[in-house]
């Protein structure tokens, strides 16, 4: 009898096991808020990963002579304001980023001089008021990732405020001076210009792509046959209220190639909720049904119990003796025999969401397998019904088996003879009460994480369960160190660009003044 329990507590252990690891989303919408919220810490960011712009010195030769110089020159103190800064949709896939409250103190020094004099002073323009547009357009790759392509367009650099400063010698020579002024307002505004918008955009693609690159499109399940394939269904999407991020969120066997499971198709899942937090995800009971379809098609959920399994310090072993009591039947055919459980799921499990609710669904038998004659004595037939409590902590979901029921034990191969079920319903019915909760501190503590990139987090995470779905809603919080990885090694390699450009540019000049 002791061994029974034994056996049993093992097989719904292991048929538990199996069910532990929840699927992850279909679905994840951004509302404006969330929106807002992640453009109020990307904005500022890249403002300060741009940092000091240098501008090339600027030398021109002028009447009587002169040649004038504007040297030194750099643009710092720049910064971007994310509260005024608006994003819109402008088309379901494009997404329009209008940046506000620029602003900016260029430096300069300047000098003329010819065989009979010169002077030399310093300047600032104080840009204030500028913008910048930019566009982003989402997609999805071949690979089933999500896209992100930004490209910067107009600078609207506001009003500039230029201060030269001019001795009493140089005031004589207005015209001069009017050169410098030209030059600042023209040429090196129009290259401040091209810089911000070349800085913005590369920092922009770096910190997407990398983001994009942490969210994995499949995750292998530990001591499973399991893979979750995390690919987009779609390209991402935006209307006036919200932005989608459709996954597909299926599980496959990690063996094979993603396939989906020949089972009912998910209802379509709703685009947001009443009451749209700043990030919402929404995760399909399919996911879930998904996974059990795989364990139950390559035959995962099914073990054969033997003595081995059996912990050293019980001394009751897997022998027709021990269950005469039980089974007196099996003892009087097979005698002082071993015997092994050979237990199965014989149906693919059903899990099932509906208002508040979480249950999985099991159809399993056990059979008593005679060594070594290698037949069955007798086989048992039952389902199981567990009520699953389920919590968001960050972007992990977490759960624990709250109860079970024991559905009806029936008997279907039997070699031997009458015995009452009453008895056996009632040892099944005790197992299965004991186990639920070692199994579910063994199996659910750790968890199953939810698709976002490394280092995110989700602060108010909360839950709620709903017909055929399950949402998670929170206020996402940015990969702060991870996106300033980004945006300096875009300013790294920005910068790298432009000196191989500027070398090659001198070299041009040099053979061009050497062909002339």
Excluded at 393 to 414: H, I
Aim: glycine residues 6%; proline residues 6%.
């Amino acid at each position: 009898m002791k061994a029974t329990y034994l056996c049993l507590f093992l097989l719904f252990g292991n048929l538990c096991a199996t069910l532990a690891n929840p699927p992850t989303g279909a679905k994840v919408t951004f509302s404006k808020t969330g929106i807002d919220n992640m453009k109020n810490a990307a904005i500022p960011l890249i403002a300060k990963t741009i940092g000091e712009i240098r501008i090339p010195d600027q030398q021109t030769s002028l009447p009587l002579a002169i040649t004038a110089y504007l040297r030194d020159i750099s643009l710092k103190n720049l910064n971007m304001d994310a509260k005024t800064t608006e994003v819109s949709c402008v088309t379901s896939h494009t997404i329009l980023v209008a940046v506000r409250g620029i602003s900016a103190d260029l430096h300069f020094t300047w000098a003329y001089k010819n065989l009979l004099w010169g002077d030399s002073g310093w300047g600032v323009a104080q840009v204030r008021g500028a913008s910048l547009t930019a566009t982003a357009t989402l997609g999805r790759n071949a690979d089933g990732s999500a896209s992100v392509n930004v490209d910067s367009g107009n600078i609207d650099m506001g009003q500039v405020d230029l201060h030269v400063d001019v001795g009493v010698w140089s005031k004589l020579f207005g015209w001069l001076i009017d050169w410098f002024v030209t030059t600042v307002k023209n040429t090196v505004m129009g290259q401040v210009k091209d810089q911000i918008n070349a800085q913005f955009k590369a920092i922009a693609n770096q910190m997407a792509a990398d983001l994009i690159k942490t969210v994995p499109l499949t995750l292998v399940i530990p001591s499973s046959p399991l893979a979750i394939d995390y690919a987009l269904t779609d390209a991402i999407s935006c209307t006036a209220d919200y932005l989608t991020v459709p996954f597909q969120a299926m599980f496959f066997d990690n063996t094979k190639a993603p396939t989906p499971a020949p089972i009912p198709e998910p209802a379509p899942l709703p685009d947001t909720v009443a009451n749209p937090a700043d990030v919402d995800l929404f995760l399909s009971q399919y996911a879930i049904n998904s996974a059990a379809y795989v364990l139950y098609s390559v035959n995962y959920l099914s073990y054969s119990i033997s003595q081995s399994l059996i912990p050293p310090e019980v001394s009751l072993k897997l022998r027709t003796e021990e269950f005469a009591e039980l089974l007196p039947g099996m003892d009087q055919k097979w005698p002082n025999h071993d015997f092994d459980l050979h237990c199965k799921a014989i149906e693919t499990p059903q899990v099932t969401f509906t208002e508040g609710l979480v249950y999985a669904d099991i159809a399993g038998s056990c059979a008593f397998f005679i060594k070594p004659e290698q037949v069955t004595a007798v086989e048992f037939k039952t389902s199981l019904k567990i009520k699953i409590e389920v919590h968001i902590d960050n972007y992990k979901l977490m759960g624990k088996f709250d109860e079970a029921s024991l559905g009806p034990v029936t008997v279907g191969e039997n070699n031997i003879g009458d015995f009452s079920t009453d008895d056996v319903y009632a040892l099944f019915n005790f197992l299965v009460q004991a186990a639920i909760p070692q199994i579910s501190a063994r199996l659910l503590e750790q968890g199953i994480d939810l698709p976002h990139p490394s280092g995110a987090g989700l602060a108010n995470p909360a839950l709620a369960i709903k017909d055929g779905y399950i949402t998670v809603s929170g206020t996402p919080t940015l990969p702060t160190a991870n996106l300033q990885l980004s945006a300096a090694k875009a300013v790294a390699q920005y910068n790298e660009k432009q000196s191989l450009m500027a070398v090659v540019q001198a070299a041009e000049q040099v053979e061009q003044e050497f062909l002339n």
